[in-house]
Protein backbone atom coordinates (compact mmCIF):
# COMPACT_ATOMS: atom_id res chain seq x y z
CA UNK A 1 0.00 0.00 0.00
CA UNK A 2 1.70 3.38 -0.85
CA UNK A 3 -0.32 4.99 2.18
CA UNK A 4 -1.61 8.61 1.95
CA UNK A 5 -0.37 10.66 -0.89
CA UNK A 6 -0.44 14.42 -0.99
CA UNK A 7 0.03 16.49 -3.77
CA UNK A 8 2.09 18.43 -4.26
CA UNK A 9 4.82 18.15 -1.92
CA UNK A 10 5.71 21.88 -1.96
CA UNK A 11 3.65 24.76 -3.05
CA UNK A 12 4.63 28.65 -3.23
CA UNK A 13 2.59 30.77 -4.38
CA UNK A 14 1.59 35.12 -4.76
CA UNK A 15 -0.74 36.37 -1.96
CA UNK A 16 -4.46 36.28 -4.01
CA UNK A 17 -3.95 33.00 -5.89
CA UNK A 18 -5.88 30.36 -5.89
CA UNK A 19 -4.62 27.11 -4.10
CA UNK A 20 -5.12 24.14 -4.24
CA UNK A 21 -4.09 20.74 -2.53
CA UNK A 22 -4.40 17.09 -3.25
CA UNK A 23 -5.00 14.09 -1.45
CA UNK A 24 -5.50 10.25 -2.44
CA UNK A 25 -6.74 8.17 1.10
CA UNK A 26 -5.77 4.93 1.36
CA UNK A 27 -7.88 2.21 -0.05
CA UNK A 28 -10.39 1.22 1.69
CA UNK A 29 -10.44 3.99 4.66
CA UNK A 30 -13.94 5.59 4.78
CA UNK A 31 -12.78 8.60 7.05
CA UNK A 32 -10.68 11.66 6.12
CA UNK A 33 -9.21 14.01 7.85
CA UNK A 34 -7.52 17.14 6.84
CA UNK A 35 -5.39 19.70 9.40
CA UNK A 36 -3.07 22.42 9.37
CA UNK A 37 0.38 22.75 11.27
CA UNK A 38 1.90 25.77 12.18
CA UNK A 39 4.44 27.05 14.78
CA UNK A 40 1.62 28.89 16.86
CA UNK A 41 -1.14 26.55 16.79
CA UNK A 42 0.40 23.09 16.36
CA UNK A 43 -1.87 20.74 14.49
CA UNK A 44 -5.42 21.91 13.55
CA UNK A 45 -8.21 19.66 12.74
CA UNK A 46 -9.76 21.87 9.26
CA UNK A 47 -12.53 18.95 8.01
CA UNK A 48 -13.35 15.46 8.44
CA UNK A 49 -15.27 13.31 5.81
CA UNK A 50 -16.86 10.08 6.61
CA UNK A 51 -18.01 8.23 3.09
CA UNK A 52 -17.56 11.62 1.19
CA UNK A 53 -19.85 13.30 3.29
CA UNK A 54 -17.96 16.54 5.20
CA UNK A 55 -18.90 15.73 8.71
CA UNK A 56 -17.29 18.86 10.67
CA UNK A 57 -16.17 22.04 8.92
CA UNK A 58 -16.10 23.92 12.13
CA UNK A 59 -11.89 24.17 11.97
CA UNK A 60 -12.04 25.79 8.51
CA UNK A 61 -10.79 29.18 9.70
CA UNK A 62 -12.57 31.26 6.51
CA UNK A 63 -14.33 31.09 3.50
CA UNK A 64 -11.70 31.16 1.66
CA UNK A 65 -11.26 28.03 2.46
CA UNK A 66 -13.30 25.03 0.93
CA UNK A 67 -12.71 20.75 0.54
CA UNK A 68 -13.96 18.91 -1.51
CA UNK A 69 -14.37 14.58 -1.65
CA UNK A 70 -15.77 13.92 -5.10
CA UNK A 71 -14.82 10.51 -4.32
CA UNK A 72 -13.48 7.72 -2.14
CA UNK A 73 -10.18 8.42 -3.79
CA UNK A 74 -9.87 11.78 -3.37
CA UNK A 75 -10.03 15.00 -1.74
CA UNK A 76 -9.30 18.83 -2.38
CA UNK A 77 -8.24 21.53 -0.13
CA UNK A 78 -8.72 25.17 -1.49
CA UNK A 79 -7.83 27.98 -0.84
CA UNK A 80 -8.82 31.29 -2.68
CA UNK A 81 -7.84 34.44 -2.47
CA UNK A 82 -4.56 32.65 -0.53
CA UNK A 83 -2.91 35.33 2.39
CA UNK A 84 0.59 34.98 4.04
CA UNK A 85 -1.29 34.12 6.85
CA UNK A 86 -1.93 30.59 5.44
CA UNK A 87 1.62 29.69 5.11
CA UNK A 88 1.58 26.19 6.85
CA UNK A 89 2.40 22.62 6.37
CA UNK A 90 -1.10 20.94 5.43
CA UNK A 91 -1.68 16.87 6.35
CA UNK A 92 -4.30 14.87 4.84
CA UNK A 93 -5.12 11.94 7.10
CA UNK A 94 -7.61 8.30 6.88
CA UNK A 95 -8.71 5.82 8.83
CA UNK A 96 -11.39 3.02 8.86
CA UNK A 97 -14.41 3.94 9.85
CA UNK A 98 -14.04 4.10 13.59
CA UNK A 99 -10.50 3.25 13.78
CA UNK A 100 -8.73 6.19 15.95
CA UNK A 101 -5.02 5.44 14.93
CA UNK A 102 -5.07 7.56 11.43
CA UNK A 103 -2.36 7.59 8.85
CA UNK A 104 -0.87 10.73 7.82
CA UNK A 105 0.09 11.68 4.21
CA UNK A 106 3.72 13.38 4.13
CA UNK A 107 2.18 17.25 4.40
CA UNK A 108 1.76 19.73 1.43
CA UNK A 109 4.44 23.14 2.85
CA UNK A 110 2.14 26.02 1.42
CA UNK A 111 4.60 29.27 1.55
CA UNK A 112 2.24 32.45 0.42
CA UNK A 113 4.03 35.17 -0.78
CA UNK B 1 -8.30 27.09 24.65
CA UNK B 2 -6.19 24.34 23.91
CA UNK B 3 -7.82 21.05 25.46
CA UNK B 4 -4.88 19.29 25.00
CA UNK B 5 -1.21 20.55 26.40
CA UNK B 6 2.18 18.89 26.21
CA UNK B 7 4.24 22.07 28.12
CA UNK B 8 7.43 21.06 27.42
CA UNK B 9 8.04 22.13 23.71
CA UNK B 10 11.75 19.99 23.76
CA UNK B 11 13.11 16.96 26.35
CA UNK B 12 16.93 16.02 25.64
CA UNK B 13 17.49 12.76 27.17
CA UNK B 14 20.97 10.27 27.38
CA UNK B 15 20.82 7.13 24.98
CA UNK B 16 20.04 4.22 27.08
CA UNK B 17 17.98 5.98 29.89
CA UNK B 18 14.49 6.54 30.17
CA UNK B 19 12.84 9.19 28.33
CA UNK B 20 8.98 10.58 29.59
CA UNK B 21 7.13 12.96 27.82
CA UNK B 22 3.60 14.50 29.89
CA UNK B 23 0.74 15.57 28.54
CA UNK B 24 -2.75 17.40 29.89
CA UNK B 25 -6.05 17.39 29.08
CA UNK B 26 -8.78 19.78 30.10
CA UNK B 27 -11.79 18.04 28.38
CA UNK B 28 -13.73 15.18 30.23
CA UNK B 29 -15.48 13.84 27.45
CA UNK B 30 -12.16 12.54 25.75
CA UNK B 31 -12.21 9.20 25.61
CA UNK B 32 -9.03 8.13 23.87
CA UNK B 33 -5.52 9.07 23.79
CA UNK B 34 -2.66 8.43 21.03
CA UNK B 35 0.58 9.19 20.70
CA UNK B 36 2.30 10.02 17.47
CA UNK B 37 5.66 10.46 16.53
CA UNK B 38 6.68 12.78 13.83
CA UNK B 39 9.89 13.15 12.05
CA UNK B 40 11.16 16.16 9.91
CA UNK B 41 9.33 16.43 6.38
CA UNK B 42 7.03 13.50 7.14
CA UNK B 43 3.60 13.12 8.31
CA UNK B 44 2.93 11.78 11.71
CA UNK B 45 2.97 8.56 12.19
CA UNK B 46 0.49 6.77 14.56
CA UNK B 47 2.83 5.10 18.26
CA UNK B 48 0.43 4.00 21.10
CA UNK B 49 -2.85 4.62 22.66
CA UNK B 50 -4.94 4.10 25.12
CA UNK B 51 -8.56 4.41 26.10
CA UNK B 52 -10.09 5.96 29.21
CA UNK B 53 -10.91 2.57 30.67
CA UNK B 54 -7.35 1.40 30.96
CA UNK B 55 -4.59 3.06 33.01
CA UNK B 56 -1.73 1.78 31.21
CA UNK B 57 -0.61 0.38 27.78
CA UNK B 58 2.43 -1.11 26.76
CA UNK B 59 4.17 -2.13 23.58
CA UNK B 60 7.58 -2.81 23.60
CA UNK B 61 9.59 -0.02 24.71
CA UNK B 62 6.73 2.17 24.75
CA UNK B 63 4.49 2.34 27.58
CA UNK B 64 1.18 4.96 28.26
CA UNK B 65 0.24 5.20 31.54
CA UNK B 66 -3.50 7.17 31.93
CA UNK B 67 -4.09 9.30 35.10
CA UNK B 68 -8.00 10.38 34.62
CA UNK B 69 -8.29 12.57 37.87
CA UNK B 70 -5.37 14.27 37.02
CA UNK B 71 -6.11 14.30 33.22
CA UNK B 72 -2.72 13.53 32.43
CA UNK B 73 -0.39 11.13 30.15
CA UNK B 74 2.83 9.89 29.93
CA UNK B 75 4.60 8.25 27.68
CA UNK B 76 7.68 6.26 28.34
CA UNK B 77 10.36 5.14 26.55
CA UNK B 78 13.07 2.86 27.58
CA UNK B 79 15.75 2.51 26.24
CA UNK B 80 16.32 5.45 24.26
CA UNK B 81 17.78 4.48 21.35
CA UNK B 82 19.11 7.63 18.83
CA UNK B 83 16.09 6.62 16.27
CA UNK B 84 13.66 8.50 18.82
CA UNK B 85 14.31 11.75 18.26
CA UNK B 86 11.52 12.92 16.60
CA UNK B 87 8.69 15.00 17.58
CA UNK B 88 6.25 13.32 19.59
CA UNK B 89 2.22 14.55 19.80
CA UNK B 90 -0.31 13.75 22.01
CA UNK B 91 -3.71 13.18 20.74
CA UNK B 92 -6.91 12.79 21.80
CA UNK B 93 -10.84 12.11 20.72
CA UNK B 94 -14.52 11.84 22.12
CA UNK B 95 -17.33 10.27 21.21
CA UNK B 96 -16.45 6.40 20.48
CA UNK B 97 -13.91 7.70 17.63
CA UNK B 98 -16.80 9.79 15.60
CA UNK B 99 -14.85 13.07 15.38
CA UNK B 100 -11.60 13.96 14.52
CA UNK B 101 -8.31 13.77 17.21
CA UNK B 102 -7.37 17.29 18.89
CA UNK B 103 -3.56 17.62 19.05
CA UNK B 104 -0.85 19.04 21.83
CA UNK B 105 1.73 21.06 19.87
CA UNK B 106 4.21 19.00 20.64
CA UNK B 107 7.55 17.95 22.26
CA UNK B 108 10.88 17.81 20.61
CA UNK B 109 13.00 14.57 22.00
CA UNK B 110 16.49 14.77 21.62
CA UNK B 111 18.10 11.85 22.65
CA UNK B 112 21.95 12.12 23.05
CA UNK B 113 24.66 9.70 22.74
Known amino acids: DAGVIQSPRHEVTEMGQEVTLRCKPISGHNSLFWYRQTMMRGLELLIYFNNNVPIDDSGMPEDRFSAKMPNASFSTLKIQPSEPRDSAVYFC???????????FGSGTRLTVV | DQQVKQNSPSLSVQEGRISILNCDYTNSMFDYFLWYKKYPAEGPTFLISISSIKDKNEDGRFTVFLNKSAKHLSLHIVPSQPGDSAVYFCAANTGGGADGLTFGKGTHLIIQP
Open chain 1, 93 to 103: ASSPRGVRGYT
